[in-house]
């Protein structure tokens, strides 16, 4: 199976000079890359504590990129994930990191970011406990699947839906591109519901869909217009979750924890959750280090076929639907 060379994601991230070393080793210096970090050391966030948004292509053979719209770093050029952080507070649970690298074209270090996997506060100190290399490349994956929530309805062959903590690889599933399917692959995680991992809540009725329907922010859901009541020129549009929300039919749930489960066919389609329709993962270069490597050996067996989001309607950017009628103006498009 092939991956489409267009991967994008935008991250919230720090500049490393924002976030420094207040006591130990390296007091007064900024965040680095691996090897010049030392443990026990307490680093502290200075202001504003806004994360910017650092958006990252990725390319079909693993290689990373700064992309368009990204606030952070100057646009196309190269990055690279140098390590995992785990970084404990004064009070509250640990907090889980990512520090990446811009390089120049002469592969000097450009750029340091720091990509946290839950909010960071500019009153608290923050102690390094672990930094490592081996897992870094699987957070950032979990971080860019598209993933349902325990108890999410899926709709089968037979009509019938069920919970998708049930399904299992055999499964099939009802698909709107392409009919019936037969379920590769369900992974499942669990991660604090906060930050980048919080998960959105689409009420019952907020887009037709049957009941409340809590998926993870970058999941794309599926609209089909009747009237092009945005003025894209495409009927079937393609809405990522955290887009949609307006603090009232559609939410961030944040708190505590939740349990994400992914549903992999041996290409990308669109499933039936809740009653309406919502993309299955993305398999790409960068999602796939959160597959085990008997399910990507299997897959790469099967014939080649391009994993392709657009195939399935316009992919609708945040500027579009910056606008608080905007989820009901898509429901009522979608029934006249």
Same mark, same amino acid.
């Given at each position: 199976?092939?991956?489409?060379? #267009?991967?994008?994601?935008?991250?919230?991230?720090?500049?490393?000079?924002? *976030? &420094?070393?207040?006591?130990?080793?390296?007091?007064?210096?900024?965040?680095?890359?691996?090897?010049?970090?030392?443990?026990?050391?307490?680093?502290?966030?200075?202001?504003?504590?806004?994360?910017?948004?650092?958006?990252?292509?990725?390319?079909?053979?693993?290689?990373?990129?700064?992309?368009?719209?990204? $606030?952070?770093?100057?646009?196309?050029?190269?990055?690279?994930?140098?390590?995992?952080?785990?970084?404990?507070? #004064?009070?509250?649970?640990?907090?889980?990191?990512?520090?990446?690298? $811009?390089?120049?074209?002469? $592969?000097?270090?450009?750029?340091?970011?720091?990509?946290?996997?839950?909010?960071?506060?500019?009153?608290?100190?923050?102690? !390094?406990?672990?930094?490592?290399?081996?897992?870094?490349?699987?957070?950032?994956?979990?971080?860019?699947?598209?993933?349902?929530?325990?108890?999410?309805?899926?709709?089968?062959?037979?009509?019938?839906?069920?919970?998708?903590?049930? !399904?299992?690889?055999?499964?099939?599933?009802?698909?709107?591109?392409?009919?019936?399917?037969?379920? &590769?692959?369900?992974?499942?995680?669990?991660?604090?519901?906060?930050?980048?991992?919080?998960?959105?809540?689409?009420?019952?009725?907020?887009?037709?869909?049957?009941?409340?329907?809590?998926?993870?922010?970058? #999941?794309?859901?599926?609209?089909?217009?009747?009237?092009?009541?945005?003025?894209?020129?495409?009927?079937?549009?393609?809405?990522?979750?955290?887009?949609?929300?307006?603090?009232?039919?559609?939410?961030?749930?944040?708190?505590?924890?939740?349990?994400?489960? #992914?549903? !992999?066919?041996?290409?990308?389609?669109?499933?039936?959750?809740?009653?309406?329709?919502?993309?299955?993962? *993305?398999?790409?270069?960068?999602?796939?280090?959160?597959?085990?490597?008997?399910?990507?050996?299997?897959?790469?067996?099967?014939?080649?076929?391009?994993?392709?989001?657009?195939?399935?309607?316009?992919?609708?950017?945040?500027?579009?639907?910056?606008?608080?009628?905007?989820?009901?103006?898509?429901?009522?498009?979608?029934? &006249?």
């Amino acid at each position: 199976m092939t991956a489409v060379d #267009h991967a994008i994601q935008s991250i919230p991230a720090y500049p490393a000079e924002q *976030f &420094r070393v207040e006591i130990g080793a390296n007091m007064g210096d900024p965040l680095g890359v691996l090897d010049e970090l030392m443990l026990d050391d307490i680093y502290q966030l200075s202001p504003p504590d806004i994360p910017q948004r650092l958006t990252i292509h990725t390319g079909s053979e693993g290689s990373f990129s700064i992309a368009q719209d990204s $606030e952070l770093g100057e646009v196309g050029a190269a990055l690279h994930l140098d390590c995992s952080l785990t970084l404990m507070p #004064h009070s509250g649970d640990n907090v889980e990191a990512l520090v990446m690298v $811009e390089v120049d074209a002469d $592969e000097m270090i450009a750029g340091i970011y720091l990509l946290p996997m839950a909010p960071l506060n500019i009153q608290q100190s923050y102690t !390094l406990v672990r930094a490592e290399r081996d897992n870094a490349r699987r957070k950032l994956a979990q971080m860019a699947c598209v993933s349902f929530t325990r108890g999410t309805r899926i709709t089968l062959a037979t009509g019938a839906q069920k919970p998708i903590e049930e !399904l299992q690889a055999g499964d099939r599933i009802l698909t709107r591109d392409d009919g019936v399917q037969e379920l &590769r692959w369900i992974g499942q995680s669990t991660a604090r519901a906060v930050g980048r991992m919080a998960p959105v809540l689409i009420r019952a009725g907020a887009l037709n869909n049957a009941n409340d329907l809590l998926v993870s922010p970058d #999941h794309r859901l599926m609209v089909y217009q009747r009237q092009d009541a945005l003025g894209t020129g495409c009927p079937e549009l393609l809405l990522r979750a955290r887009d949609l929300v307006n603090g009232d039919t559609v939410m961030v749930q944040d708190g505590g924890f939740v349990d994400y489960f #992914h549903l !992999l066919f041996d290409r990308h389609h669109i499933v039936y959750a809740e009653g309406i329709a919502a993309e299955s993962l *993305f398999l790409d270069a960068l999602t796939q280090p959160a597959l085990p490597d008997e399910i990507l050996t299997r897959i790469s067996e099967q014939p080649e076929e391009m994993q392709r989001r657009d195939a399935h309607g316009l992919e609708v950017q945040k500027a579009l639907l910056d606008r608080p009628d905007a989820v009901d103006l898509l429901k009522r498009s979608s029934l &006249r």
